[in-house]
């Protein structure tokens, strides 16, 4: 009981810790390989440039592999990106509420994305099994096994599913820590010595 009661106000477990980073260190990967990915793909698609204007004979298999990669790079890239808040955001709303307010519902939109995120996992998986049992290729120049490029949805989802857990919980806790304040967080950014 001392212990679920630790958790909820906030202090961490030693093993918990090793979780965070493990999980950080999982995302890390992630990005590094997305960017690797997507330096990939600028230097084929500058290579398919110059073999079909400058030599003629264009590889066919470009286009296969660059939508692939970009598959890719969109699923193991957003959990890290979510991490980092780097997000787009709808903040006209947001910034005419109270911080409180605007924590409250950052924390909905975030719980929100729990269960999309839950749910993509869930039936990335599951398709993606489908496909890999009936042997499915996509038919394109490549005809790759479908289930190789669906393999990164589930992957990618449950990596978001499992950050926006973490945002979540941040959020909730900042709830907890805001006072209930009637105060309107300023429209722009704070200019020194503006009127």
């Known amino acids: 009981m001392e212990r679920l009661a630790a958790r909820l106000n ?3 477990t030693v093993n918990g810790k090793k979780f965070v980073r493990f ?3 999982i995302l890390d990967i992630s990005v590094v390989l997305a960017t690797i990915m997507t330096i990939a793909a600028m230097l084929l698609v500058c290579t398919e440039i110059t073999m079909r204007y400058f030599m003629g004979q264009p590889l066919m298999w470009v286009i296969d592999v660059c939508t692939i990669l970009l598959v890719y790079i969109t699923f193991l890239g957003s959990a890290w990106l979510l ?12 910034n005419r509420l109270s911080k409180r307010q605007g924590a409250i519902v950052n924390t909905i939109t975030s719980g ?5 995120f839950m749910v993509l996992t869930w039936y990335g998986a599951k398709f993606t ?5 009936i042997g499915h290729f996509l038919p394109t120049n490549l005809e790759p096994p479908t289930y190789l490029i669906l393999l990164v949805i ?12 973490r945002t979540t919980v941040g959020y909730v806790r900042s709830v907890s820590l805001l006072p209930d304040s009637k105060t309107k967080r300023p429209l722009g950014p704070e200019i020194p010595g503006r009127l």
């Open 10 to 12: 906030g202090v961490s």
């Open 23 to 25: 999980f950080d260190h």
């Open 83 to 94: 991490r980092a808040d780097g997000h787009v955001r709808m903040e006209l709303v947001i």
């Open 112 to 116: 929100i994305s729990v269960i999309v």
């Open 129 to 133: 099994w489908h496909f890999a049992q």
């Open 154 to 165: 589930p992957i990618g989802s449950f990596l978001l599913f499992m950050q926006s857990i």
